[in-house]
């Protein structure tokens, strides 16, 4: 059985989708349908061993931030286009460069992509092999070990989410040789992103009301298949040290247009994972199954404290090779879009 959170989003039960899986497909359609009122979001309870995992990682996000420029600098790779490793201010969001939040880049399932050597020097941000910080990196000690921890989770659960999504999306794809689950299971282009938002000017109520809707990050859409995201962690910053701290505001976080149009925020709790639609999925399914627009705002913060935004979205997604659409393949796709959010490939 499902139920819905208080924004409409539906909420399923991790048990519902390894056990009873069949149970979901009405579920699965009201969140990821093309009715006006659908999200393109569901959020799954109930996850067993997951918010230690989510805290364990997301508190890492937050000291990576805080290392040194220097020491952050030195795991940046502009040869994968800056999709592994560190990235800070490489990415063009709203026509400028995105300096308003960090990301740390790699793939939690393959460490290095077992494909061949052309398809590695064609496609660099998909599969180059993944950069960890050094082990005595200290302040980041199990960085890691955590990301592969929860990285893992997610995909696990994203497999098990697309193996139920079959029956709702085998009418739609494009290609029907292959399931939906399979394209993610197997693929070697699954990208976990590791976000710290950086904290922004405090405002009153009344001083952000003026405040863009996509404040923090802009709106777009994923280009994944299905993205997993997390709930985000707020961390505020003072003179005695950080600490995990609630939202700063009911405006803060996370905005999903709807099928229909409207804007909606949309609160994921703590010890529930959310899932979205990506672009891919809409190419495959020749836009009968349609990617989630969604974007993030600071909101107020009326407090003196300065409050970081720290989150982690996998990003499952198939092989470059894989069409996606009648003239198209994944590679194809996927390339357009670094191009337009981070210019031609060095």
Request: aromatic share 8%; glycine share 8%.
């Amino acid at each position: 059985m499902s139920s819905a959170s208080a924004e409409g989003a539906v909420v399923i039960s991790y048990d519902d989708l390894i056990n009873r899986p069949d149970t979901l497909h009405g579920s699965i359609s009201k969140a990821f349908g093309s009715g006006p009122e659908c999200l393109g979001i569901i959020l799954v309870k109930d996850l067993p061993g997951y918010p230690a995992l989510r805290e364990r990682l997301l508190l890492l996000a937050n000291q990576f931030a805080s290392l040194p420029e220097p020491r952050k600098e030195s795991y940046v790779d502009p040869k994968s286009n800056y999709s592994f490793g560190w990235s800070h201010g490489k990415e063009i969001m709203n026509g400028r460069p995105d300096l308003l939040k960090g990301s740390y880049y790699a793939n939690p399932v393959v460490d290095s992509p077992n494909v061949p050597d052309e398809l590695k020097i064609e496609f660099p941000e998909y599969y180059h092999k993944n950069i960890w910080p050094a082990e005595d990196e200290r302040g980041v000690e199990g960085f890691e070990l955590a990301f592969k921890a929860l990285g893992g989770f997610i995909f696990a659960v994203g497999c098990q989410l697309a193996a139920a999504c079959q029956g709702f999306a085998s009418p739609h794809l494009a290609d029907l040789s292959v399931s939906l689950e399979s394209l993610i299971s197997t693929s070697q282009t699954t990208k976990a992103r590791l976000l710290h938002y950086f904290p922004q000017d405090n405002h009153s109520a009344a001083e952000s009301a003026d405040e863009p809707v996509d404040s923090w990050c802009g709106v777009h859409l994923d280009h994944s298949l299905l993205t997993g995201l997390c709930s985000a962690m707020y961390v505020a910053h003072s003179s005695e040290g950080d600490r995990v701290v609630p939202s700063p505001s009911s405006d803060s976080g996370l905005y999903i247009r709807t099928r229909g149009g409207t804007l909606k925020k949309v609160n994921i709790p703590a010890d529930h994972l959310a899932f979205q639609t990506g672009e891919a999925l809409e190419r495959a399914t020749e836009g009968k199954l349609r990617a989630t627009p969604h974007c993030v705002r600071v909101g107020s913060n009326p407090s003196k404290e300065t409050v970081s935004r720290e989150t982690f979205a996998v990003f499952m997604q198939p092989d470059v090779t894989q069409p996606i659409g009648k003239e198209e393949t994944f590679g194809s796709f996927s390339r357009k879009v670094f191009t337009d959010h981070y210019g031609e490939s060095t």
